[in-house]
């Protein structure tokens, strides 16, 4: 995957914003943090309510990684993320 990525981010002119949903723990929050770290790239999270301070409290203090809430099942939610992604 990584390996693909790096392709991908070699084409780009400008850094992008990465939405990963679901990224509180496991493999999501291990993906965030990976690109998080080794590229330039801005990171936007989603997870429920309960997960957001402790996202906040490892990422919260970076303009390249935001954390959002997100109930996918929420149309509103959903807008809301991707409006936020395209500042």
Not at 16 to 21: D, E, F, V
Not at 34 to 41: A, D, G, M, P, V
Not at 42 to 64: I, M, N, P, Q, W
Request: proline content about 2%.
């Amino acid at each position: 995957w990584w390996s693909l990525f790096s392709k991908f981010r070699a084409k780009s002119a400008e850094p992008l914003c990465i939405i990963l949903t679901g990224a509180a723990t496991g493999l999501g929050r291990a993906l965030a943090r990976l690109i998080y770290e080794k590229t330039e790239h801005r990171v936007l999270v989603t997870a429920r309510d309960h997960h957001l301070a402790d996202l906040k409290s490892e990422f919260g203090h970076s303009s390249r990684f935001l954390i959002r809430p997100l109930d996918v099942t929420v149309n509103s939610d959903r807008r809301q993320v991707i409006q936020d992604a395209l500042v």
